[in-house]
């Protein structure tokens, strides 16, 4: 049967919104975690629109305490001794609204961040996923039952 080259295909470029932001591993490789973390921040830095001095300045803001662009520097370098801290890197990705950084430290723990209107789904899939374990121990335990009698 031939293709319908008249029929627009709503979906052949379609692809769905990715719901755990992640860099690409090569890109976050690195020998350390604080290593990799500095990646994470550089990369960040560097696909953020705004310059960073000006992202510096909306960190200031939003901690309430003073944030440079030279420390921004510093976090975003592996060679520096400086890791960013966990205050700062909220800061971040609050500034950027890219939260890979977060992704790129949590997924060695086996962690993930989801954007909080997915929490209610979340949910909802472990309270299936409980109901299901319960079913089967009540299955196992009915069995055990039967074959005692």
Not at 110 to 132: N, S
Request: hydrophobic content about 45%; proline content about 4%; charged content about 30%.
């Amino acid at each position: 049967m031939a293709r319908d080259r008249i029929t627009l295909d709503l979906f052949r470029d379609f692809e769905p919104p990715e719901v755990v932001a992640r860099f690409p591993a090569e890109q976050v490789r690195a020998e350390t975690l604080a290593g990799k973390l500095s990646r994470a921040v550089k990369a960040t830095l560097d696909a953020f629109a705004k310059s960073r001095g000006d992202t510096a300045l909306a960190m200031t803001e939003f901690l309430g305490e003073d944030c440079s662009k030279t420390m921004l520097d510093k976090y975003a370098s592996q060679g520096a001794e400086h890791s960013i801290s966990a205050a700062r890197l909220a800061a971040l990705v609050a500034v950027t609204g890219d939260p890979r950084p977060l992704n790129a430290l949590l997924e060695s723990i086996g962690l993930i961040v989801v954007p909080k209107r997915y929490e209610w789904l979340i949910r909802r899939e472990r309270a299936r996923e409980l109901q299901r374990l319960a079913e089967q121990e009540a299955a196992a335990a009915d069995a055990q039952w039967r074959a005692q009698r």
